[in-house]
């Protein structure tokens, strides 16, 4: 296993790879400043790979723009956004905790159920920040009409002292620009569209709604709602 030696990225040193997903790769960084100051963020930067593909760049830089706006206690904040070697990133607040999808899985395998109070609470945050990014309005009182369009277990976080924080604002719509032609990107988060969104139709903010209606379903019922491949799903 190639051991992660830590890097300087600009103003922040890279500490460790967290993840890697379809879009980007994830890091655990630090930003230092004068006087001993510390502090520790997460850096999201757009897979090497991708650094071509200027229709997505530009749905990145877009996105990310609109995250900044977002300043609410269930919506994970964004401190910074730029380019470095031409590599586009995202700094954010670094959460200490587990995705949804990771706590009701291990949750299943101990045969420990969530409980009542814990779903309702869990979801209830997930509708307090959506109904914010919904009804955002800019300086000019004009709604932003903001959709996150990929609410899914996995980008909902829940930290361990019980805060709910909706993830990856920053790159939802970059990614649903390549729903038709590459379909690995959206596999496993099919099943949480709706039926507008995974046919390709206008959508607004009800999309997120439904996602959320099926993470409710999915945390009382403990089971899937739609299982199989992208395709299955696609003809349900």
């Known amino acids: 296993m190639t051991v992660f030696k830590p890097i300087q990225f600009g103003k922040y040193q890279l500490l460790d790879k967290i993840a890697v997903g379809g879009m980007a790769e994830l890091y655990r960084a630090k930003l230092t400043g004068a006087e001993g100051f510390e502090k520790l963020i997460a850096i999201k930067k757009i897979l090497p790979n991708l650094s071509e593909e200027q229709n ?6 877009d996105e990310a723009k609109l ?16 380019s470095m070697d031409d590599e586009y990133f995202i700094a954010m607040e670094f959460l200490f905790g587990k ?26 945050r997930i509708c307090a920040g959506l109904d914010y990014s919904h009804n955002l309005k800019d300086l000019h009182g004009q709604p932003l009409n903001i959709i996150h369009r990929d609410i899914n277990p996995q980008n909902i976080l829940v930290t361990y002292e ?21 379909e690995n990107l959206i ?50």
Not at 205 to 231: N, P, Q
Request: hydrophobic share 40%; glycine share 6%.
């Open 187 to 236: 596999k496993g988060k099919l099943a949480y569209m709706s039926p507008e969104q995974a046919n390709g139709q206008t959508i607004d903010h009800r999309s997120d709604i439904f996602s959320t209606g099926i993470i409710l379903y999915e945390l009382l019922a403990v089971k899937r709602m739609f299982e199989g491949e992208t395709m299955h799903v696609l003809s349900l």
């Open 99 to 124: 995705d949804l999808r990771t706590i009701r899985q291990t949750a299943k395998e101990r045969e420990m159920p969530l409980g009542m109070e814990n779903i309702l609470h869990i979801i209830s």
């Open 67 to 82: 995250a900044a706006l977002l300043h609410h206690e269930n919506i994970v904040q964004i401190y910074d956004f730029g």
């Open 162 to 182: 019980g805060q709910v924080k909706i993830i990856d604002y920053g790159i939802a719509k970059a990614a649903s620009q390549n729903t038709k032609t590459r």
């Open 56 to 61: 997505l760049i530009s749905s990145f830089i």
